[in-house]
């Protein structure tokens, strides 16, 4: 996948693959979809809790991004399903942006974002 992208909106969780696609940081609420999804591409990571560090979160983040049509289409599905928006695209790929519009997704698009101020 090459595509260009625009600066995020929002923080990337820590160790993200770089990349369009993104998981916005603390956002993530650990339902397991998004790992069930697209498995090849998001992965969990422990960190200590902000607020209480002797405990551990599990915050998802992009460990890889999506390399085939397939992965692209799980990743796309991911965001569409997000219950917390909190995975996104800062690409410019319109085919992508195009797909991600038509699942109702164009809030999570940065780059639509950012060149409309919508």
Same mark, same amino acid.
């Given at each position: 996948?090459?595509?260009?992208? %625009?600066?995020?909106?929002?923080?990337?969780?820590?160790?993200?693959?770089?990349?369009?696609?993104? %998981?916005?940081?603390?956002?993530?609420?650990?339902?397991?979809?998004?790992?069930?999804?697209? #498995?090849?591409?998001?992965?969990?990571?422990?960190? #200590?809790?902000?607020?209480?560090?002797?405990?551990?979160?599990?915050?998802?983040?992009?460990?890889?991004?999506?390399?085939? #049509?397939?992965?692209?289409?799980?990743?796309?599905?991911?965001?569409?399903?997000?219950?917390?928006?909190?995975?996104?695209?800062?690409?410019?790929?319109?085919?992508?942006?195009?797909?991600? %519009?038509?699942?109702?997704?164009?809030?999570?698009?940065?780059?639509?974002?950012?060149?409309?101020?919508?």
């Amino acid at each position: 996948m090459t595509t260009g992208t %625009v600066t995020p909106l929002y923080e990337r969780e820590p160790n993200s693959a770089p990349g369009p696609f993104y %998981v916005v940081k603390d956002a993530c609420i650990t339902c397991s979809l998004p790992i069930e999804t697209a #498995p090849k591409n998001i992965k969990y990571r422990q960190r #200590p809790c902000t607020t209480s560090p002797e405990r551990r979160t599990n915050h998802c983040f992009v460990s890889r991004q999506p390399k085939t #049509p397939q992965e692209i289409e799980k990743m796309i599905e991911v965001v569409a399903a997000s219950c917390v928006a909190a995975y996104r695209y800062c690409g410019t790929d319109l085919e992508i942006l195009r797909r991600l %519009v038509e699942a109702g997704c164009r809030d999570r698009c940065d780059a639509l974002i950012q060149y409309t101020g919508k």
